[in-house]
C-alpha cells in the first residue's frame, strides 16, 4: 500500500476556497470564508493578524482538530492527499508529519506526567519504538533545542521547567515525529522578550537544517518577515494579502497590511502616540457584504461596500482589494 502522504509535491499543503462554519448560539456562524493559501516544501509562511481573524481556525483545520458540530467547506491538500478523506492510520500519519506548536505549553503537556512521558508517547505508541530507544531519541532532540541535561529532564515534570525550557520541550516533541510541516502558532507570545529571541532562534534553525516546512502564526508583521519566506495577512476569516515576507513588510498592498505595519512601534521615529486603525476587527460571521475591511479603511470607495474583492495576482503576490492596483501605482509599491 503506497504512503498516502509522500514528499514529492512541489506544493506540500495546498488549501483552496477553505470555509468553515461553527455552532454559535444555536446558528451556524462563518469563522473563515474562502480561505485560499500554499505551503511549498521546505518554505516558512507566515500567517499574520489580530485575535480573531481565523489563523489558528486555519492551522486546526489542516489536521482536522476543529471544535464539536464544526462543518469544513474547501479544499485542503497536504502531499497530495485529501485531508478530508484521511481516515483511522491515515489521519494519525497525517498528525505525525504536521504537528502543532501551541502558544501556551503548560495548556497542552498534562500536567501529572513526565516530560520523558510526554516526549516518547508519540514514538511508543503501538509498540513502534521501545522505551529505552525512544528516551535515546529524545535526549538526543531535547540537545538539538538547547535543552541541556536532557536524561534528568525527562524524570521532571512540567512544572519543574520555565516557560521558556517548557516550549523547547514542545518544539523537541514535534520534531520527534520526523515532520514535513511544523505548524507553529504564536509559539513565543507567553514567554519574555529576551527568551522568545531565543525559542525562534533554535525554531528557524532547525526548520532550515532540516528542511522543514513552516506555517508560522504571528501578530508581529516583523518577526514574520525575520523568520518566514512570505507572509499572509488575514482579517475577519479572510486572506487578504499574500506577499514575499521583505516586500510586504517594506511595501504593504492592501491597506488592512498597511494599517498593522503603521500601527507598529518603531525605534527610528518618534510618536506621541501610536497609529490606530479606527473600529473594531470583525468575525467573518459580522462582516458586511463587500469588502470586510471596507468599514475601517482610510481609501474606502462606495465599489467596495458593494463588491466583495477576490484574492487577485499583484506584484509578485495575491491582494484582496478593488483598489490595489490604483493605490500601488500612487505609492509606487515595486514588484517583487
Known sequence: MSDPINRRMSDLLDISGLTVRLPLQGLPRTVLSQVSLRVGAGEAVGLVGESGSGKSMTARSIVRLLPTGAHAEGSIRFGGADVAALRGPALRELRRRVPMVFQDPRAHINPVRTVGDFLTEALRAHGRTPRRAAEERAVGVLEEVGVAGGRRRLRQYPHELSGGLLQRVMIAAALLTEPLLLLADEPTTALDVTTQAEVMAVLDELRRERGLAMLFITHDLELAAAVCDRTAVMYAGRVMEVRASALLHQHPLHPYTTALSAA?????????????????????????????????????????????????????????????????????????
Open 264 to 336: 507598529r512601534p518603531r525605534l527610528d521615529r518618534r510618536a506621541e502616540r501610536l497609529v490606530t486603525t479606527p473600529g473594531r476587527p470583525l468575525s467573518a460571521f459580522e462582516a458586511p457584504h463587500g469588502c470586510p475591511f471596507a468599514p475601517r479603511c482610510a481609501h474606502v470607495r462606495q465599489r467596495c461596500h458593494d463588491t466583495r474583492p477576490d484574492l487577485l495576482p499583484l506584484a509578485g503576490g495575491q491582494v484582496a482589494c478593488l483598489r490595489a492596483e490604483e493605490l500601488r501605482q500612487e505609492r509606487a509599491v515595486p514588484h517583487e
